[in-house]
């Protein structure tokens, strides 16, 4: 099992930045696969970015590309969403998940592990 925590969530005004942070705990030694996603109020959950365990294989929905950016530190079992010019329609409970796949996923159902989510918040 892996437990996922999720922090650095907030609200911001829009063009602001903020930073998630998503601490692995449990079973880590597994070459394990990182993504973000997100889910709005009454929307599906959705695809943000995944790095797999290298950091060679990084994913981003088409939404966030030049404005987020994800990475790892498997030293200290974290992964990082760094979101700049954060627009409202970036509104959501973002969580983080592990996939036991060498390669990055968009796909929900690679994910066996997932954090409760941090909620992020952009006024306009």
């Known amino acids: 099992q892996v437990q996922l925590v999720e922090s650095g969530g907030g609200l911001v005004q829009a063009g602001g930045s903020l930073r998630l942070s998503c601490a692995a705990s449990?079973?880590?030694?597994?070459?394990?696969?990182m993504g973000w996603f997100r889910q709005a109020p009454g929307k599906e959950r959705e695809f943000v970015a995944a790095?797999?365990?290298?950091?060679?294989?990084?994913v981003y929905t088409d939404s966030v590309k030049g404005r987020f950016t994800i990475s790892r530190d498997n030293a200290r079992n974290t992964v990082t969403l760094q979101m700049n010019s954060l627009k409202p329609e970036d509104t959501a409970v973002y969580s983080c998940?592990?996939?036991?796949?060498?390669?990055?996923?968009?796909?929900?159902?690679?994910?066996?592990?997932w954090g409760q989510g941090t909620q992020v918040t952009v006024s306009s």
């Open positions: 449990g079973r880590t030694s597994g070459p394990y696969t």
């Open positions: 790095i797999n365990w290298d950091g060679a294989d990084i």
């Open positions: 998940a592990a996939s036991p796949s060498i390669k990055s996923s968009t796909y929900t159902r690679a994910y066996a592990f």
